[in-house]
């Protein structure tokens, strides 16, 4: 193919693309690309490449963010920046993320096909690190363009006991420029990202695109519960401190407590046991809590009940628990005019869209720290994600694309 835009379906452009992003892996199933890898560096790299080839300046920035700016008439901004994360979960699928970084992407590519420039400037942003996989972290590229990253985020550690910021300087980044990251607010009209739905219910409604109107809030925590190691043919039942017991019970009291909340879901996602031997009772467990719900303070209420159920299940069971909380995101509603001028569009280019609420977090909170921001979400087959069974179709990209493309085309530079 002599051009990218010689493919005349945006679909099968953005798929094709996708799966050429996703060929940029760890070895596996699926695809894993974490945070300030090589991987990440390949990917990266491509993408500045692709930004190039569609008309926009391009770089990767002091976090590993790759930026593409596709400027105003005037030559500059302000920009309506869009995107998404091109990090991944292990073994995940390939539209978690770069669907709405290849989507944003091509729209920019058919503006630039017919030498159409706006009144503002358009900035695609991949995001490096949404996921967290590596340190735990999250959100940390779009914290980073909103001036939120910190401390916290550069002390954070690896499995190997590598920390982030050692991590940004192999990749060949200096930490002591991240400042430069962070944007004017004077300078950015709007955020909106497309991404796949992450749920069932395009799916169940029949419908390629929705609009979302809000993005859930969320609590993640580490509970370290410890008892007393022994050996598992010895030491009596009824005489045990077992900390995998209690672990257990908590997790079954998150489900309970999560259940019993409008809106709200809970997840106990990770769990490790050492001495981690067939025979021997274990002296410590530690575990994670991911607690999301659409309302702050249904969330924080059933988080006061599970940090309650924590001690109350730990003293029954005569070991200690501790808790801490590793991230505390609010809610984040959707701009009303973005929700509005999301829905037209996706009216205007033949589709019925439905408003739905975002229970995944997104790039898109940070960023409301900026501007106004709005959502699309495409359906995906049988609301499958983060995992190599992530499936979308053709037709539905190019619905989502159009949409995309027309909120952009008509959108009023207001913030």
């Keep these: 193919m002599a051009s990218y835009m010689d493919e005349p379906d945006a679909g099968k452009r953005i798929l094709g693309r996708c799966d050429e992003l996703g060929r940029i892996s760890e070895p596996g199933e699926g695809v894993t690309r974490l945070y300030l890898t090589p991987q990440h560096r390949t990917a990266a790299e491509t993408l500045v490449r692709w930004m190039g080839e569609a008309g ?10 790759v930026v593409g700016r596709y400027h ?37 590519a058919a503006l630039n096909a017919r030498g159409k420039r706006l009144p503002f400037g358009i ?55 991240i400042p430069e990251a962070a944007r004017d607010p004077n300078d950015v ?38 008892g007393s190691a022994n050996h598992a043919g010895t030491v009596p039942m009824g005489m045990r401190k077992d ?44 575990f994670s809590i991911d607690l999301r719900s659409q309302k702050d303070e249904v969330r924080k209420a059933a988080f006061a009940e599970v940090e309650k159920a924590v001690q109350e299940i730990a003293s029954k069971r005569g070991v200690t628990a501790t808790v801490e909380v590793i991230l505390d995101l609010k809610s984040c ?21 439905i408003l739905l609420p975002s229970g995944a977090g997104h790039d898109g909170m940070a960023m409301s720290q900026l501007s106004g921001i709005g959502m699309i979400f495409v359906r995906c087959k049988d609301g499958i ?29 207001n913030r």
């Design 56 to 65: 926009m300046d391009a770089h990767i920035d002091e976090v590993g963010n």
């Design 72 to 108: 105003s008439q005037a030559g500059g901004g302000p920009y309506l920046i869009t995107g998404s994360h091109m990090d991944s979960v292990i073994n995940a699928g390939r539209y978690d993320g770069p669907l709405g970084v290849i989507t944003s992407l091509d729209c920019v």
């Design 123 to 177: 900035e695609v942003v991949a995001f490096g690190d949404e996921e967290g996989t590596r340190f735990r972290t999250t959100l940390a590229g779009s914290r980073a363009i909103t001036g939120q990253y910190g401390d916290d985020l550069l002390n954070a550690k690896d499995d190997t006991g590598l920390t982030l910021r050692d991590a940004l300087s192999a990749f060949g980044l200096d930490p002591a420029r």
């Design 189 to 226: 009209i709007g955020y909106v990202e497309l991404h796949i739905e992450q749920g069932p219910v395009l799916q169940a409604k029949n419908l390629p695109v929705g609009v979302v109107t809000a993005i859930s809030g969320q609590t993640r925590a580490m509970v370290q519960v410890k």
């Design 243 to 286: 900390p995998l017991l209690a672990a257990s019970e908590i997790a079954l009291a998150v489900e309970r407590i999560a259940s019993s909340h409008d809106n709200t879901v809970g997840t106990v996602g990770f769990i490790k046991a050492e001495p981690g031997l067939i025979n021997v009772i274990p002296g410590s467990v530690s």
């Design 333 to 353: 509603p959707c701009a009303p005019d973005f929700v509005s001028r999301l829905q037209a569009a996706a009216t205007s280019t033949g589709s019925e869209p």
């Design 385 to 413: 994600s983060h995992s190599p069974e992530e499936s979308v179709t053709a037709g539905d990209v190019a619905a989502g694309a159009s949409t995309l493309l027309h909120f952009i085309e008509n959108f009023q530079g």
